[in-house]
């Protein structure tokens, strides 16, 4: 008799949670907030990533600026994470540091996009969002390889960055690159509990 009421209790709190998460993948109205989410997200990550890596640059050489990008981007990575509920990573089908490497669906994505220019017919870096089997959503955005990335994703390395590049990633695979290559992409995954965050605030009878 005393499991009763913790029955009637759970059983609608259970069917309640099923429902939502059916709501919550691929509802469009969440998938949309998402994607504008992510899009702000991979613009602030390039932005706060851009200004580090030229004040490192223009401070220490590029040498120098290796370590610094060894620390703030992870760094950056981490805040606009935990500050979003979002997991915000940038991976690359060459990667320099190991933990970039890609899963099964980022690297399919990127290597769509490999074989043409990282560039859309907008001018802008390609893009790219889908669903994903456990009920995440995805956001991936191209990163084009700039000429001012040469000097530490290159053809023709320094050997001091290089032998700093080496001391800090002896497994790298990320030179030998050219400008307006694609060299990554931002890749950002909301679960389903980051997704009903986003319904519970846009209120979104999901939930
Ligand atoms: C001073 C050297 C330096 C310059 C210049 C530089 N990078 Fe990097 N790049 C690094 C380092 C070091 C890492 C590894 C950072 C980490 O651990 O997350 C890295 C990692 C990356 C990654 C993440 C994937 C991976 O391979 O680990 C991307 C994408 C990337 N760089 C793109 C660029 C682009 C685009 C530019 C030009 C705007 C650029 N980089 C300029 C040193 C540099």
């Keep these: 008799m005393r499991s009763f009421p913790f029955s009637v209790l759970l059983m609608p709190g259970l069917l309640c949670a099923c429902a939502s998460d059916m709501r919550v993948h691929g509802n469009p109205e969440?998938?949309?907030d998402a994607e504008a989410r992510s899009r702000d997200l991979a613009d602030r990550f390039?932005?706060?990533l851009f200004a580090a890596l030229t004040a490192a640059l223009e401070q220490e050489g590029p040498a120098g600026a290796v370590g610094v990008c060894a620390e703030m981007a992870p760094a950056i990575a981490a805040?606009?994470?935990e500050e979003s509920g979002a997991v915000v990573r940038r991976t690359a089908l060459k990667p320099r540091n190991p933990s970039a490497?890609?899963?099964?669906?980022e690297q399919q994505v990127m290597e769509g996009w490999a074989s043409s220019s990282p560039m859309g017919a907008d001018g802008k870096p390609v893009s790219w969002t889908g669903w994903s089997d456990d009920g995440s959503f995805r956001y991936m955005r191209?990163?084009?390889?700039?000429?001012m990335c040469l000097v530490c994703h290159g053809e023709a390395v320094a050997p001091d960055v290089a032998a700093a590049i080496h001391?800090?990633?002896?497994?790298?695979?990320?030179?030998g690159f050219r400008a307006g290559e694609m060299r990554?992409?931002?890749?950002?995954?909301?679960?389903?509990?980051a997704l009903r965050r986003i319904a519970f605030?846009?209120?979104i009878p999901a939930l």
Excluded at 167 to 173: E, I, K, L, T, V
């Design 46 to 48: 390039q932005k706060q």
């Design 30 to 32: 969440i998938g949309a």
């Design 79 to 81: 805040q606009l994470s």
């Design 201 to 203: 605030r846009k209120r």
């Design 101 to 105: 490497a890609p899963d099964y669906r």
């Design 184 to 193: 990554g992409a931002f890749s950002i995954r909301w679960d389903k509990v």
């Design 142 to 147: 191209a990163i084009p390889t700039m000429p």
């Design 167 to 175: 001391a800090h990633y002896p497994g790298d695979r990320a030179t």
